[in-house]
């Protein structure tokens, strides 16, 4: 079975620049989580995702991060324009829905605002 | 205060020793304790779940909560240089809701 997948690995911008994250999860994971960690500090949250429904969006750092999921299924993660503290390891995870909600995390998308 | 407290390390242990790795935390209302193994440049990978206090064993690794004292400890027996690693902890009122991590500990393993 596939685990979470991100896309892309590793991403350069410029300050301003658009970039847009992906993450696939777990084949019949309703729940979707985006998580970052910028160097030195603790992993954190930013949002979760039911479906297709924003759950919880508590962690998003300010408007210039726009997350989707039309259909429940993959996940997006936009930012725009993108500024140098948004620099970072952008983590997506899935788990299922209910008491076994164990989070399975993807690789990682690292990203690099210079 | 942060939320979770978990020392960075570095942890440096010969191949074979017990290592004990331990969270404290200030929310009562959290139940759910999970650890997770980070290899460096990869995400994190759950090693252990565990729901209210008590104590689960998997193979070498033993994971403990304490509500009362709000504290969790993972304890790894004959440990092995693959085991070198970041180890994090991570916890959650309910199940299926936001997590909250640890900073990580660096844990390495000598031949």
């Known amino acids: 079975e596939a685990g979470v997948t991100q896309f892309p690995s590793h991403s350069v911008i410029e300050k301003g620049q658009t970039v847009t994250l992906r993450c696939d999860p777990i084949?019949?994971?309703?729940?979707l989580y985006w998580y970052r960690r910028v160097m030195g500090k603790e992993i954190k949250f930013l949002l979760h995702f039911v479906k297709e429904s924003k759950q919880d969006e508590s962690g998003m750092p300010n408007n210039r991060f726009l997350a989707e999921r039309t259909g429940g299924t993959y996940s997006t993660l936009k930012v725009q324009p993108a500024e140098l503290e948004d620099s970072g390891v952008y983590f997506c995870?899935?788990?299922?829905?209910?008491?076994?909600?164990?989070?399975?995390f993807g690789q990682g998308t690292r990203l690099t605002v210079v | 205060q942060k939320e979770v407290e978990q020392d960075p390390g570095p942890l440096s242990v010969p191949e074979g020793a017990i290592v004990s790795l331990n969270c404290t935390y200030s929310n009562s209302a959290f139940q759910y304790f999970m650890w997770y193994r980070q290899y460096s440049r990869k995400g994190p990978e759950l090693l252990m779940y565990?729901?209210?206090?008590g104590n689960k064993e998997d193979g070498r690794f033993t994971a403990q909560v304490d509500k009362s004292s709000k504290y969790i400890s993972l304890f790894i027996r004959d440990s092995q240089p693959s085991d070198s690693a970041t180890y994090l902890c991570?916890?959650?009122?309910?199940?299926?809701?936001?997590?909250?991590f640890g900073k990580g500990t660096t844990l390495s393993v000598s031949s």
């Open positions: 084949s019949g994971h309703d729940n």
């Open positions: 565990t729901y209210s206090s």
């Open positions: 995870a899935s788990s299922l829905v209910g008491a076994k909600a164990e989070a399975f």
């Open positions: 991570a916890m959650s009122g309910q199940a299926g809701t936001a997590l909250i």
